[in-house]
């Protein structure tokens, strides 16, 4: 047995650094993970595993089998956190795969691991490379959290910024622009000859500070409501979560305590948090034909990486179900592609955009433009198209899709979950977007839109029927009502023939209008039960239309 | 894993014998195959991975088909779900009993509801049957097993298996429930003369009490089978096997007894009256049944004499299933 060799060594980073690390750099808990899984992608590995340990989450255990660290690199990185040169868009090999498969980084290391600071204040690295028998533990431990037990688990919380700096001047500044933030200690670790081949590296964080706590399992809501875990529903599979999250956004619900209705609001953090590790993840999209037929270009891109990412036992995948490509309201999907095409010099940018007419895209996190460099996501779903400039109504709520972009490495903030807006990569990529917008996508479903009647107007149609032929019974002077297309040269509203009452959807008032709606079903009621005639009606109707003319004008 | 219980169950050969041993023989009789399957779990969930490795209980890429677990909280939930190399179809953490028993305004005793029937229910309890000081007539416990009945008949299965496990220190039971039990026993040698003559032939005695005083442990494993069979007749299930094993953890004092009962319960069907010794006997009555669980020697699995033996014989594939989860695994350092 060899001997351990440890050595304590102080985490330094830039106090730009500092300042986002105590105020948080990622949006999420998720944001944060992201990090850690994009590590191991750069790793090369070929599969990511997390235990989140939901809904205790005491430990949250990351696990890959790339190429590992070895005690060199380790050092290297965290030493030089926010200093170290950026080595996005590097071409490394996939360890393991059989198809030799290589893929470009998307990272570097050291802002990476400072994802670790902003989950736990404790952290236990193991990593190996091939072809070693020796390994490397390192325990990180951040200085900027304070820890306490709560339900008999240690957690941890932030201490304030101020605290920190203050701190900071009595302590060791190696440069003027460097700040201690914590101790790592780094022991070598030696493994026996039948591991030698073997390459991995292990996260252990420990000390999960408490708003992450809360932020995963949603245990505010336990406080809040104490029947919310009960209440939950329990996920088998990562499809079961996308149709939980789509199927719970349709309706608000609430509960009473202490005599008050109090709304369920983070019921599915956790879900959530896995919806949101699957969008920002180099994943694969589901083993969908239809989706592998309609995308191929995008599922190429997607799945030439071999990447696989396991929570808690759920395999993420890009989260689209077979759901999606289902006709909505009668109306199939329409599909807008624009593949491999420059944007910015050499940069080349590969997107598309699915429109569902007449409804709403579902899951609401959905609806947007996602924008990917080299596969892995840059924020959640845009609603805004990237700030798009003209209004465009409702049709962004039926939109949704991605850009795979190349060359925006640069544009990126350093959370890496936001552009710099005035990057000239990322301002050339709106502008080429927008313009297909512009050109293509709008034009496109505004003549989609005149030439097809509105899903909602069939909806809203179909509604009148089956209200006026439930009055229309037997006995009274209508029995039957039913919509047809009179030609836009008939002048009249409705028409009667015989018992059955015809309404013209061709004219401008039966257009199905919310307000329209009402006054239709309200008039053609007083026909049904014999108040009025269809004549009168139509008289009285074209005279409140003169009046309205006339009052217009004067 | 959280050490205890849970740590025996992932390593305890006895444990994994009586899950080779005894129940999976009696799955097997249900011939029948993928089974659904209830189970109270120790995060460990030993058990679903050697239904599964015999090919008894189906996986796809992500979840164990129709198996539904209970736990005892949020952490055996989240332990469960670290030991696990899949999703379980349905995972709930709380009390079993106040599941079962539980009004379905509680979602998660909703979910399990709607989960019912079950061609397997194991209900590997770790306590005792109906606690001592317990404030309550009726047993938690008991009234779960009556429930399960009442789901299974609801649910029209015509047969399943049931496991129960129990602890019988008779001090940790409601003084109560242990009289109530030797009146089942008593109720059996006054009205079946087989159970009598049969007790006799095992036991040498004649009646209840020097058969509680001669063997304490097996006059409660055989009124605490005849409390179930009674249970089951309510529901017009009977008994088509059954089967009582000791697991005896004597390895560190106190020794403990766990008694492991396993039953293939069956619809009844009354026989039609073509012969004349059927008359009289179309009714569903479970009290003969009582008679063939009266045995000289029970199996009896000890921790201080077997254990060695039964790690030869599992330990390989305890260790095999231990490493049967979704996390990527990195060996141990020498040093």
Known sequence: MQETNSQSIPIEVSSRILRHISRGIYRSPAGALKELVSNSYDAGAKKVTINTGYPVIEKIIVTDNGRGMDDKKFRDIITQIGFSEKNIGEEIDVIGSSKHTRRKTIGHYGIGFLAIGQLAKKATIVSKTKNSLNGIRATLDFDQFETHRTDGKQRSRAIDESRIEKGDKNRSRVAEEKFNIGECLIESIRYGREYKEESFTRVELSEIRDDVQRQIAGSTTSKLLPDAQDQKSYSASFEDILKLLREKEKQSSEVRLNNQKVPRLREYFYEMLLWELSVYSPLPYPDDDKLKSKLQHFVGLANKSEFELVVDGFKLTKPYEEWFWEKKNGFATKIFKWENEKYYNDYRASAYLIYQPGTMIRPKALQGILVRENSVAVGLYDTTFLSYPFNEGTKFNSLTGEIFASGLAGAMNVDRDSFNQTAEEYMALTEWFHEKLYSDVFPEIKKFQKTTESPSRIKSANLVEDVLNIIAQPGENITKVEFKSLGKTEKRRVKTVGKKLIINSDHKDCDMSVAKREKLIFATTLIIQGYITDDIFEKVSDEIERSKIKAKNA | ?335
């Not at chain 2, 999976?24 to 991975?49: A, E, N, Q």
């Not at chain 2, 029970?298 to 030869?312: A, Q, V, W």
Request: proline share 4%; with cysteine; glycine share 4%.
């Open chain 2, 1 to 335: 894993m959280n050490g205890g219980v849970d740590e025996i169950m992932a390593t305890c050969p006895l444990k994994h014998e009586i899950r080779v041993n005894l129940w999976r023989p009696f799955i097997l009789k249900l011939r029948k195959r993928p089974i659904t399957y209830l189970t109270l779990y120790s995060p460990p969930i030993m058990d679903v991975k050697l239904l599964q490795h015999h090919g008894l209980i189906e996986v796809n890429n992500e979840k164990y088909l129709g198996v539904v677990g209970v736990g005892i909280n949020t952490e055996s939930e989240a332990d469960t779900v670290t030991n696990l190399d899949k999703r379980l179809d349905l995972l709930l953490s709380g009390d079993i009993n106040t599941l079962i028993n539980g009004t379905k305004a509680s979602k998660k005793a909703k979910q399990l509801d709607e989960k019912f029937p079950f061609d397997v229910i194991n209900l590997d309890y770790t306590d005792p049957l109906h606690k001592y000081g317990m404030d309550r007539e009726l047993s938690p416990h008991v009234e779960a097993i009556a429930n399960i009945f009442k789901k299974q008949d609801k649910g029209k299965i015509d047969q399943f298996a049931l496991f129960l496990t129990t602890f019988t220190r008779i001090e940790a039971y409601r003084p109560d429930f242990i009289e109530y039990l030797k009146g089942i026993v008593e109720e059996n040698i006054n009205n079946t003369p087989n159970f009598k003559q049969k007790l006799f032939d095992v036991s040498g005695c004649e009646n209840l009490n020097d058969y509680y005083n001669k063997s304490t442990n097996d006059c409660f494993a055989v009124a605490v089978t005849k409390m179930i069979l009674k249970l089951m007749s309510d529901y017009n299930y009977t008994l088509a096997a059954g089967d009582i094993q000791w697991l005896v953890r004597d390895a560190v004092p106190p020794e403990r007894n766990m008694l492991h009962l396993a039953f293939h319960i069956k619809r009844f069907v009354a026989p039609k009256i073509v012969e004349k010794r059927n008359i009289g006997n179309r009714k569903n009555n479970v009290e003969h049944k009582s008679v063939e669980f009266l045995r000289e020697d029970y199996l009896k699995l000890k921790e201080s004499t077997d254990r060695d033996r039964l790690n030869e014989v599992h330990l390989e594939q305890i260790n095999s299933f231990n490493q049967k989860t979704f996390e990527l695994k990195i060996p141990e350092p020498e040093n």
